[in-house]
């Protein structure tokens, strides 16, 4: 087959596009969460995280991700507040080991 119809990226997305603060801004964490909440709603943690250069349960993004969950909570935005629940019960995991 020639070389003109072989997709040598095929399989590769390009990775997403977090638009994140300045880190040294005080809205960062804040952005940060929510990316990492957006990151794991799409399946794709692990771009969210190299994004933010926060892992996945955070401690330092608690107050942020319990502010969204109440917000979710309060708007029904259920997969928004199941993900919350989720990444706090990792920061609870993390905080006890």
Known sequence: MSRAFV???AGQSPEP????PDPESEYYDEAA??????GADAGDSPSAERATGY???EPRLV???EAIL???????RMRVAQLARRFL???R???GS
């Not at 596009?17 to 994140?20: E, H, N, S």
């Open 7 to 9: 997709n040598e990226d």
């Open 17 to 20: 596009d977090y638009r994140l």
């Open 33 to 38: 969460a929510w990316a990492l909440i957006q």
């Open 55 to 57: 892992r996945w349960g």
């Open 63 to 65: 107050p942020h991700v």
């Open 70 to 76: 109440a917000d979710a909570e309060a708007e029904d």
């Open 89 to 91: 019960r990792e920061a």
């Open 93 to 95: 995991r993390r905080e």
